[in-house]
């Protein structure tokens, strides 16, 4: 027996058991985490959205870099009609992806600082601020991408005209979503691929009812991301212990003397690399300029002047490395010689005894 059903009837039963993923690009950035979030390869952006992963709710990813009816305001299926479909309450559940920081409209009197689609009711531009306001309290998870969206980035330092924020400055560091998740908070300038792409993975188990409450630090950060420093992972680690450190760039040593913030950011980047585990700023040359920390980058700048705190540590361990590297050289000298009993001749010197 075949049934006919009304087209809005059809729609509610395709999308029965979606999750839908809103990701509002509105904000004052650079587009530059979504471009990230394309070299994910640990899961792909294709394996989220193609379902490739077991156990993985259906989702509809509605997302201004890949959807080609994207406008948002024309098109085929009108783009921004799933932002006002989750203001009706007619998504159910979805997740709030905010790219970007969040501009202070309240200290002008006239114009906007940024803005997402149109307001059918004004037919003038909805202001991103107002979005968050709409659908924050209606959202499963929020989740804030790139360092401007968590902490207010570039676009918030010191005399920006804007009053730039980040998202939990927005809503509130203790605020929750409906089903009691706190903003999750990825931070990157951009985003690394991979810690994005592993963190909407757990939240889209979590929604599915398959993965605990997501561990976060007291930034909102992924605390399996996020726990370690640049330092305990960078692959010149060894010489800063040693007191040896680098004069130029190009020296495969450390680089906190040219500025390197490593020893006290919090970020997975030179031990998990930038694409399939290739790359990373320390990796590759670069310093850290401490892109993850919420105090970016007003903290951290002059970036490529050695930071203050570490004139102490490196004296000392300039002091420490000297005698240990002395001390190690001797142990290495006498490792680098062969034992004396491996040599041609009729003798067997090995200290060998026959027991029968």
Known sequence: MSTTLEPDQAQQETDEGVVHILWMNGGLSCDGDSVALTAATQPSIEEIVLGALPGLPRIAVHWPLIDFECGPETGADNFIEWWHKADRGELEPFVL???????????????????????????????????????????????????????????????????????????????????????VCVPGCPIHPDNLSETLVYLLYQVAGQAPMIPLDAELRPQWL?????????????????????????SPKCLVKLGCWGPVVNCNVPKRGWINGVGGCPNVGGICIACTMPGFP?????????????????????????????????????SNKEPKWRRKGSDLATGYEKVW
């Open 226 to 250: 996020f726990g370690r420093t640049v330092h305990e992972g960078c692959d010149r680690a060894g010489y800063y212990e040693q007191g040896d450190f680098a004069k130029e760039y190009g």
């Open 97 to 183: 992806v905010v790219e970007g920081s969040i501009p202070n409209e309240a200290i002008k009197t006239e114009g906007y600082w940024a803005a997402f689609g149109n307001n059918p009711a004004t037919g003038q531009p909805m202001k991103t601020s107002e979005w968050l306001d709409r659908l924050a309290p209606k959202a499963t998870a929020v989740v804030a991408v790139g360092t401007c969206a968590t902490y207010g980035g570039i676009h918030a330092m010191a005399g920006n005209p804007t009053g730039a924020m980040g998202v939990p400055d927005y809503l509130g560091w203790s605020w929750k979503s409906k089903a009691g998740l706190p903003i």
């Open 298 to 334: 007003d903290k951290f700048m002059p970036f490529m002047d050695e930071p203050p705190g570490s004139k102490i540590s490196t004296t000392a361990s300039m002091v420490y490395g000297t005698v240990i590297r002395r001390l190690r050289k001797i142990t290495q000298n006498t």
